[in-house]
C-alpha cells in the first residue's frame, strides 16, 4: 500500500508566515510517505525544526530535516533529468518533492492561489494519477478555504508538470525543460509477492501482454487444454478482464496474464 | 495471431536509480519557496 496524507501550508502556524511554508508542508507529506506512515506532523512543526524564520525554504533544509528524523534513504537532486522522475513514479514506490514555478499553474483548474501567485512552490507528487498522463499531486495550498479552491490530492497532468519544473526560477533564469529539482523518497518496501502454484489451462485462451497492453494468442492460435502454467494467485484486472500473472518460472508463458476463468489453480509451486 | 514480438514487462520496478546523471547544481544554488501573497490565501 501507499502511505499518503494530504498536509496543507495554511496550519495557523505562529512560528513563521504560513505563506512561506509550501516546502515545509511538502516535506510533511515526504516524511509520512518515508516513513511508511510512522511520522506524521504537520507544515509548521516542519518549519520550526528548520529554525529559519526568514523567508521560504529550500529542499537543502528538507534533507537536514529528514536525516534528524532518521530517514536517510531520500536522494536529492539539483537537478535530475525529467526521466529520472517519471521511472521512479511510474514504479509506484517513491514519492517526491518537485520544485516549480507556478505562472503556467496559475489560472489553470489546478490554480490553489487564484491568480494571484506565479513564483517558486513546491508539490509533492504521490504517484500515478488515475487518469492516464497524470500524477497524483499534493499542493500544499489546496486546502479547499474557497469555493474554488483545489481541495487535498489532485490529477495534474505530467505535460504541465513538467513544463512548471523547468520554469523554476534560478535567481533570474530558468532551470531548463526536461530538468526539475526534486527530492525522492527511499523506495517503498517491496510488497510480499502472492503465492506461487501450478495452474492448468482448462478452456482455450489468450494472455495478455502487459508490455503492448494486448491480447496475444487468440482465435486458432489459442493456448490448448491442459497447458501448463506456474502463477502467482494475485488478482490483476488487464484488459477488464481479472488475471492471474503468468510468473516468470513458468514453463510456458512467462510474465503474460492469464484470465482466472481459464486456468485451475494447483498445488503451491 | 503468432507470439507477439514485442516481449511483455516484469511488473518488478528497479531499485536503483541514478545516483548522478546530470552535472549536480551547488548546493548555493537551492532556491527558497517564494512568499504566497495575501491576496491568495
Known amino acids: 500500500m501507499v502511505y499518503e496524507l494530504f498536509v496543507k501550508q495554511l496550519d495557523g ?4 508566515a504560513q505563506g512561506d511554508n509550501c516546502t515545509c508542508a511538502c516535506e510533511a507529506m515526504w516524511l509520512f510517505r518515508a ?5 506524521k506532523t504537520t507544515s509548521c512543526a516542519v518549519r520550526t525544526k528548520t529554525q529559519d524564520r526568514v523567508d521560504g525554504t529550500n529542499l537543502g533544509q528538507m534533507e537536514i530535516v529528514s536525516l534528524a528524523a532518521g530517514i536517510d534513504g531520500g536522494r536529492v537532486y539539483r537537478p535530475a533529468g525529467w526521466d529520472t522522475l517519471t521511472t521512479a513514479i511510474a514504479s509506484r514506490r517513491y514519492g517526491s518533492h518537485l520544485n516549480i514555478r507556478y505562472r503556467k499553474l496559475s489560472g489553470t483548474r489546478y490554480d490553489c492561489f487564484h491568480g494571484a501567485f506565479k513564483g517558486n512552490h513546491d508539490l509533492f507528487i504521490s504517484g500515478p494519477g488515475r487518469l492516464s498522463g497524470t500524477w497524483r499531486v499534493g499542493d500544499p495550498g489546496a486546502d479547499g478555504r474557497r469555493e474554488t479552491t483545489p481541495d487535498g490530492f489532485q490529477d495534474i497532468p505530467v505535460s504541465l508538470l513538467k513544463a512548471c519544473a523547468g520554469d523554476l526560477d534560478l535567481g533570474g533564469h530558468p532551470l531548463g525543460f526536461g530538468r526539475a529539482y526534486i527530492y525522492l523518497t527511499p523506495p517503498d518496501p517491496r510488497t510480499t ?3 506461487k502454484v501450478h495452474a492448468t489451462v482448462i478452456h482455450p485462451t489468450s494472455v495478455w501482454n502487459d508490455g503492448t497492453k494486448r491480447w496475444v494468442y487468440g482465435g486458432a ?9 506456474i502463477c502467482r494467485t494475485a488478482t490483476y484486472v488487464k484488459g477488464n478482464v481479472a488475471c492471474y500473472p503468468i510468473d516468470p518460472s513458468s ?19 | 495471431m503468432t507470439e507477439d514480438p514485442n516481449p511483455p514487462v516484469d511488473d518488478e520496478p528497479a531499485d536503483t536509480l541514478p545516483e548522478v546523471e546530470l552535472p549536480q547544481n551547488d548546493p548555493a544554488d537551492d532556491p527558497k519557496n517564494d512568499t504566497i501573497p495575501e491576496d491568495a490565501l
Request: charged share 10%.
Open chain 1, 13 to 16: 502556524c505562529t512560528y513563521h
Open chain 1, 193 to 195: 509477492a502472492s503465492p
Open chain 1, 35 to 39: 516513513s511508511q506512515g510512522k511520522i
Open chain 1, 251 to 269: 514453463p510456458n508463458y512467462p510474465r503474460y496474464f492469464v484470465p482466472k476463468v481459464n486456468v485451475k489453480l494447483g498445488a503451491a509451486a
Open chain 1, 221 to 229: 492460435n489459442a493456448i490448448k487444454i491442459g497447458t501448463p502454467l
